[in-house]
């Protein structure tokens, strides 16, 4: 139980053009989402938590405007990286919050060229 | 501000060789301290959740310890398959469900 899914797995993109990244928790029901990215050989950083129904809350110094994200289900979440650049390039991962617990799914890895 | 540091950062192990990793952590009013496993490429995998002082959880050769002040993750004979970064982080009562992460020990296990 507990299953997270991320869709695509991997993704490359042109410079200026939007990427969408979908999370889906497969087996439970979540209110609540979080998006991370992570850099090689880094810890993962928290961008933004999604709340079902809500906008979502970012962390400092992300920005709303080019992370979008929409958590239109209790199963569904997206992460839309708008006018993507090559500093975009990255690592992201979703969780859901279920049951006290964290599940992390298996991570999409975007490329901007 | 809730802050989670690990140690070492990275550590070297021969197969069978027993050891800890450790997870210091300042938070205020601590609602769990969680363990994962993160392989090369992929998201992280939920070893453990403690929630009290004492707390002590198993998973076959990995067996996770939790004081006031930190976290020990204890590997017991581990094995080349048991190579993986492993990552701790805070949950604190202050935060709702946001998980602050340490920067996590790479292991690695030699056959």
């Known amino acids: 139980g507990a299953v997270v899914s991320q869709h695509p797995s991997w993704v490359i993109c042109k410079s200026g053009t939007s990427v969408k990244i979908e999370c889906r928790s497969l087996?439970?029901?979540?209110?609540?989402m979080f998006w991370y990215r992570q850099f090689p050989k880094q810890s993962l950083m928290l961008m933004a938590t999604?709340?079902?129904?809500?906008?979502?809350?970012?962390e400092q110094g992300v920005e709303k405007d080019k992370f979008l994200i929409n958590h239109a289900s209790l199963t569904l979440s997206t992460l839309t990286v708008t006018s993507a650049h090559p500093e975009d390039s990255s690592f992201y991962i979703c969780?859901?919050?279920?049951?006290?617990?964290?599940?992390f799914g298996p991570g999409t890895r975007l490329t901007v060229t | 501000e809730d802050q989670v540091t690990q140690s070492p950062e990275a550590l070297r192990l021969q197969e069978g060789e027993s050891s800890s990793l450790n997870c210091s952590y300042t938070v205020s009013g601590l609602r769990g301290l969680f363990w994962y496993r993160q392989d090369p490429g992929k998201g992280p995998e939920f070893l453990f959740t403690?929630?009290?002082a004492g707390e002590e959880k198993e998973k076959e050769r990995l067996k996770a310890t939790l004081t006031k002040k930190e976290s020990f993750l204890h590997i017991t004979a581990p094995k080349p398959e048991d190579s993986a970064t492993y990552l701790c982080?805070?949950?604190?009562?202050?935060?709702?469900?946001?998980?602050?992460f340490g920067e996590g020990t790479q292991l690695t296990v030699n056959p």
């Open positions: 969780s859901a919050h279920y049951s006290y617990e964290q599940y």
């Open positions: 403690l929630y009290s």
């Open positions: 087996d439970f029901q979540a209110t609540t």
């Open positions: 982080a805070v949950q604190a009562g202050s935060s709702g469900s946001r998980l602050t």
């Open positions: 999604s709340n079902e129904g809500s906008k979502a809350t970012y």
